[in-house]
């Protein structure tokens, strides 16, 4: 019989529908992955699932009967769990109080002796019945960490794991420990609903795969029916090649930035790289790897980076954002909310922040000139021009990131442009959009240096790829010598490569 | 927000763009606050017009007066609250120092290099606290507390029995009429509001505040120099708030700290009953004059109602403790 049967779950947010029509079943034993781009769906259905939003329409069976949910506690006594993305342990408290947090099953005197055997039970499933129960959680590594949560899920007897993104901060090593530890809980007939963006543990792991786009359910498949190509087809919901727009091979008209021995602390050591007009250079590597502080370190955002970096041959100096700035380096971050967008301020505002001195007239601003240059700069990333007074905050993710990108165009000449995780919480158009925009800089003359964590995108996007491990480069790849599995070797076994 | 998942991409290679509604929900705290707004500025006209004797010559130009010292604070509070420093609990202690360096610094070299002194004085004490904010990094508001500390125990060496007069040959008579039917102070904080809202408007500086108080840290990001912004917005709230404190010692001929007693209180509850965001990045001049008015209006009212001074401080206090209730829903993200 299957575990749960959803039926025609809708979930709307003002007007945004969020999940429309979503059916799925699972059975005891099956590890179903819960594939699509942010937006898709992903998290309103697990929350659904868990009690934490009531569906507009449609039904959830759990062992054949159907229940309404009303709240997590009441999914937990059903015997569904949740691993959320970010860990939800108390750092000072115990394993096993962490372990029991939250729980309904524990009154307020409470026989010690049983909730500690049966934390010890639900470790020792995962392979991990020698731990000491009463250190703090914060003794522990984040995979560790992890798997002191799926053991929270257990001891409460879930008998439907949801596990959210719970490798997006795992190193390889303790990866592989929770893939085999879901691997062993499937044996013993768990179910697992496991959402997560690294293709590569999905046609690891998972028995099934669904499919979300914008909200609706696009396809159920067993996963050894399905390639890699097929899936992000599914995902996208247009053919893998279409998304990214050709590289235009333009003339060489040299290189834009050089940097020689760059070294961060703890980060980066070490590293060297040229960045040529007209090219996007892709930095490649895991989290941690420290490519995404190479980027910052260039942008003039890490005060103790050292290193001989040159803008068209004239040196640059690190550690201060205004001077960077002044010789043409831009940066955009990967933090959008926090370190991009000025969510008060106007749409054009945002569009011309950093540039309001050079749109003067006698040393005051000339409102005029903004906002025909702030109307030409919204058409050019295709942002609505009706909404250059509207608060930015107001905008979606992805027309947000767009301003970010309406800010490096018109610069009195084309300089060198950084971004870290430039599509980061985007929709699958925007992600077009911003690929085409990306396209546009280098065509004028840009020199585009970029990090991402996503390698379909690297292998998209990237004409120079330069793959990162713990803080060294490990190789330099052109054009046709990009592979996947290349990259992914460099930025996971980099002795191999090397060798 | 509505929004197509695919839009339309023409052959240009631009793309059209993507049509986004303002959700109604977002809308609702603003409305709500629009309302609260709305009778209470309908009950303070009418306890205003129907209390006796506030339509009276004497009474519109003491509320004037009033408006005049509480505003000019008040604007230069608004600069320092835009960029995201909350608020100076020092800026009150400046106006009494300011007014004591004015008197002292005229007695000793004149009329003229009074205001200079007391101008150079006020905006380099206010710089130097900027400074301190924008540079290190530090809290602005632990930093306002210590500066109100130091400007108390430095005049308190300065002025040993609390106020010091104005040299008997010293004529401030010039200073203290009207200029076109309304008092010179008036006069004087129409002109500070008219700058300010140049400063804010018109100059690249002035956008850089509004950008650091929006996300300082985004604000870092694109180049503004985030620490001269932050001790310009300082020193010009210093330069806006010496007016009071001169103004104060020309009208009694004579400065103590205790005429700056109160107004930074006055004045944040000026700056918020205008609708400056008090976290930041959002604000305007205008409105600061708008909230100084009604806070002038309130205090005159007190005073023709025979309410005594302890009244003023505790409805000032309900006036913050109201308006951030207010804001709060509105603007937590």
């Given at each position: 019989?299957?575990?749960?049967?959803?039926?025609?779950?809708?979930?709307?947010?003002?007007?945004?529908?969020?999940?429309?029509?979503?059916?799925?079943?699972?059975?005891a034993g099956?590890?179903?992955?819960?594939?699509g781009?942010?937006?898709?769906?992903?998290?309103?259905?697990?929350?659904?699932?868990?009690?934490?939003?009531?569906?507009?329409?449609?039904?959830?069976?759990i062992?054949?009967?159907?229940?309404?949910?009303?709240?997590?506690?009441?999914?937990?006594?059903?015997?569904?769990?949740?691993?959320?993305?970010?860990?939800?342990?108390?750092?000072?408290?115990?394993?096993?109080?962490?372990?029991?947090?939250?729980?309904?099953?524990?009154?307020?005197?409470?026989?010690?002796?049983?909730?500690?055997?049966?934390?010890?039970?639900?470790?020792?499933?995962?392979?991990?019945?020698?731990?000491?129960?009463?250190?703090?959680?914060?003794?522990?590594?984040?995979?560790?960490?992890?798997?002191?949560?799926?053991?929270?899920?257990?001891?409460?007897?879930?008998?439907?794991?949801?596990?959210?993104e719970?490798?997006?901060?795992?190193?390889?090593?303790?990866?592989?420990?929770?893939?085999?530890?879901?691997?062993?809980?499937k044996?013993?007939?768990?179910?697992?609903?496991?959402?997560?963006?690294?293709?590569?543990?999905?046609?690891?792991?998972?028995?099934?795969?669904?499919?979300?786009?914008?909200?609706?359910?696009?396809?159920?498949?067993?996963?050894?029916?399905?390639?890699?190509?097929?899936?992000?087809?599914?995902?996208?919901?247009?053919?893998?090649?279409?998304?990214?727009?050709?590289?235009?091979?333009?003339?060489?008209?040299?290189?834009?930035?050089?940097?020689?021995?760059?070294?961060?602390?703890?980060?980066?050591?070490?590293?060297?790289?040229?960045?040529?007009?007209?090219?996007?250079?892709?930095?490649?590597?895991?989290?941690?790897?420290?490519?995404?502080?190479?980027?910052?370190?260039?942008?003039?955002?890490?005060?103790?980076?050292?290193?001989?970096?040159?803008?068209?041959?004239?040196?640059l100096?690190?550690?201060?954002?205004?001077?960077?700035?002044?010789?043409?380096?831009l940066?955009?971050?990967?933090?959008?909310?926090?370190?991009?967008?000025?969510?008060?301020?106007?749409?054009?505002?945002?569009?011309?922040?950093?540039?309001?001195?050079?749109?003067?007239?006698?040393?005051?601003?000339?409102?005029?000139?903004?906002?025909?240059?702030?109307?030409?700069?919204?058409?050019?990333?295709?942002v609505?021009?009706?909404?250059?007074?509207?608060a930015?905050?107001?905008?979606s993710?992805?027309?947000?990131?767009?301003?970010?990108?309406?800010?490096?165009?018109?610069?009195p000449?084309?300089?060198?442009?950084?971004m870290?995780?430039?599509?980061?919480?985007?929709?699958?158009?925007?992600?077009?959009?911003?690929?085409?925009?990306?396209?546009?800089?280098?065509?004028?003359?840009?020199?585009?240096?970029?990090?991402?964590?996503?390698?379909e995108?690297?292998?998209?996007i990237?004409?120079?790829?330069?793959?990162?491990?713990?803080?060294?480069?490990?190789?330099?790849?052109?054009?046709?010598?990009?592979?996947?599995?290349?990259?992914?070797?460099?930025?996971?076994?980099?002795?191999?490569?090397?060798? | 927000?509505?929004?197509?998942?695919?839009?339309?991409?023409?052959?240009?290679?631009?793309?059209?763009?993507?049509?986004?509604?303002?959700?109604?929900?977002?809308?609702?705290p603003?409305?709500?606050?629009?309302?609260?707004?709305?009778?209470?500025?309908?009950?303070l006209?009418?306890?205003?017009?129907?209390?006796?004797?506030?339509?009276?010559?004497?009474?519109?130009?003491?509320?004037l007066?009033?408006?005049?010292?509480?505003?000019?604070?008040a604007?230069?509070?608004?600069?320092?609250?835009?960029?995201?420093n909350?608020?100076?609990?020092?800026?009150?202690?400046?106006?009494?120092?300011?007014?004591?360096?004015?008197?002292?610094?005229?007695?000793?070299?004149?009329?003229?290099?009074?205001?200079?002194?007391a101008?150079?004085?006020?905006?380099?004490?206010?710089?130097?606290?900027?400074?301190?904010i924008?540079?290190?990094?530090?809290?602005?508001?632990?930093?306002?507390?210590?500066?109100?500390?130091?400007?108390?125990?430095?005049?308190?060496?300065?002025?040993?029995?609390?106020?010091?007069?104005?040299?008997?040959?010293?004529?401030?008579?010039?200073?203290?009429?009207?200029?076109?039917?309304?008092?010179?102070?008036?006069?004087?904080?129409?002109?500070?509001?008219?700058?300010?809202?140049?400063?804010?408007?018109?100059?690249?500086?002035?956008?850089?505040?509004?950008?650091?108080?929006?996300?300082?840290?985004?604000?870092?990001?694109?180049?503004?120099?985030?620490?001269?912004?932050?001790?310009?917005?300082?020193?010009?709230?210093?330069?806006?708030?010496?007016?009071a404190?001169?103004?104060?010692?020309?009208?009694?001929?004579?400065?103590?700290?205790?005429?700056?007693?109160?107004?930074?209180?006055?004045?944040?509850?000026?700056?918020?009953?205008?609708?400056?965001?008090?976290?930041?990045?959002?604000?305007?001049?205008?409105?600061?004059?708008?909230?100084?008015?009604?806070?002038?209006?309130?205090?005159?009212?007190?005073?023709?109602?025979?309410?005594?001074?302890?009244?003023?401080?505790?409805?000032?206090?309900?006036?913050?403790?109201?308006?951030?209730?207010?804001?709060?829903?509105?603007?937590?993200?």
């Open positions: 019989m299957d575990i749960l049967t959803v039926e025609g779950l809708s979930k709307s947010f003002g007007g945004v529908r969020a999940l429309r029509d979503v059916s799925l079943s699972l059975r099956e590890i179903r992955a819960i594939c781009e942010n937006g898709a769906g992903k998290s309103t259905l697990v929350k659904s699932l868990m009690g934490i939003f009531t569906p507009d329409a449609g039904s959830i069976t062992d054949g009967v159907r229940q309404t949910m009303r709240g997590p506690q009441h999914a937990q006594a059903l015997g569904l769990g949740l691993v959320a993305q970010e860990l939800s342990l108390a750092p000072r408290l115990s394993v096993l109080d962490n372990i029991w947090l939250g729980s309904s099953e524990v009154p307020v005197f409470h026989r010690r002796r049983a909730l500690r055997q049966r934390a010890r039970n639900a470790l020792e499933t995962l392979g991990a019945g020698d731990w000491d129960l009463d250190i703090p959680a914060s003794a522990l590594s984040i995979g560790q960490q992890q798997l002191v949560e799926i053991a929270r899920l257990l001891a409460r007897n879930a008998r439907l794991l949801i596990l959210d719970p490798t997006a901060t795992l190193t390889d090593t303790e990866i592989a420990r929770i893939l085999d530890v879901l691997k062993t809980l044996a013993r007939g768990h179910a697992v609903l496991y959402i997560s963006h690294r293709l590569g543990e999905v046609f690891d792991l998972c028995d099934t795969v669904t499919v979300l786009r914008n909200g609706e359910h696009v396809a159920t498949r067993p996963v050894h029916d399905m390639t890699r190509e097929r899936l992000i087809e599914l995902m996208l919901g247009r053919p893998f090649g279409e998304m990214y727009p050709a590289s235009a091979a333009g003339p060489d008209i040299g290189d834009a930035l050089v940097a020689d021995k760059l070294n961060v602390a703890g980060m980066v050591r070490d590293l060297s790289l040229v960045a040529p007009r007209g090219t996007i250079l892709c930095i490649a590597g895991q989290i941690g790897s420290g490519a995404n502080v190479v980027t910052r370190a260039l942008a003039g955002l890490v005060p103790g980076a050292t290193g001989r970096v040159s803008v068209d041959g004239k040196p100096r690190l550690g201060s954002v205004p001077h960077c700035v002044e010789r043409g380096v940066f955009l971050s990967e933090d959008r909310a926090a370190e991009g967008i000025f969510h008060q301020r106007s749409v054009l505002e945002n569009l011309l922040a950093g540039s309001f001195g050079a749109h003067t007239r006698f040393r005051m601003l000339d409102w005029l000139r903004l906002k025909r240059v702030g109307a030409r700069l919204a058409q050019r990333v295709a609505d021009q009706r909404r250059l007074a509207a930015a905050g107001k905008l993710g992805g027309n947000q990131q767009k301003l970010l990108f309406g800010r490096a165009i018109e610069r000449q084309p300089g060198v442009l950084l870290n995780e430039p599509t980061r919480g985007i929709d699958v158009g925007a992600r077009a959009d911003i690929y085409r925009i990306m396209r546009e800089l280098c065509s004028l003359g840009y020199a585009l240096i970029m990090t991402t964590s996503d390698l995108e690297v292998v998209g990237a004409d120079i790829v330069v793959t990162m491990y713990r803080g060294r480069t490990v190789a330099r790849y052109e054009r046709q010598s990009i592979a996947m599995a290349r990259i992914l070797a460099d930025i996971t076994h980099p002795v191999q490569a090397a060798a | 927000m509505s929004q197509s998942a695919q839009p339309p991409i023409s052959d240009r290679g631009l793309v059209a763009p993507v049509q986004e509604g303002t959700s109604a929900r977002a809308d609702e603003r409305n709500y606050v629009g309302i609260v707004r709305a009778v209470v500025l309908v009950v006209a009418a306890v205003a017009l129907t209390t006796p004797g506030f339509l009276s010559q004497p009474s519109i130009l003491s509320l007066t009033t408006v005049s010292f509480i505003g000019c604070v604007v230069g509070m608004t600069l320092i609250t835009i960029s995201g909350i608020m100076s609990f020092a800026l009150g202690a400046l106006v009494g120092a300011t007014a004591m360096v004015f008197i002292l610094a005229a007695n000793w070299g004149g009329f003229a290099f009074g205001l200079i002194a101008l150079a004085f006020a905006g380099l004490t206010n710089a130097l606290q900027g400074f301190l924008g540079w290190l990094r530090a809290n602005p508001i632990i930093v306002s507390i210590a500066a109100l500390a130091l400007i108390y125990g430095v005049a308190e060496a300065f002025a040993a029995h609390g106020t010091i007069y104005a040299a008997a040959g010293a004529n401030y008579g010039g200073f203290k009429g009207r200029v076109a039917g309304i008092p010179v102070e008036f006069a004087v904080f129409l002109c500070v509001t008219a700058l300010a809202q140049f400063i804010l408007s018109l100059t690249p500086f002035g956008r850089h505040l509004f950008l650091i108080g929006s996300s300082f840290r985004a604000a870092e990001a694109v180049g503004v120099r985030t620490w001269r912004a932050i001790t310009g917005a300082y020193l010009w709230a210093g330069l806006f708030t010496a007016p404190g001169i103004m104060l010692a020309i009208r009694y001929d004579a400065a103590s700290m205790n005429y700056g007693i109160g107004y930074e209180y006055e004045a944040i509850a000026a700056v918020l009953v205008g609708g400056t965001v008090i976290k930041g990045g959002e604000g305007s001049v205008l409105r600061t004059l708008a909230g100084a008015i009604i806070i002038g209006v309130i205090q005159v009212v007190l005073v023709l109602q025979g309410l005594r001074t302890e009244w003023q401080y505790l409805i000032a206090g309900l006036i913050v403790l109201g308006v951030i209730a207010l804001q709060t829903p509105g603007t937590r993200d």
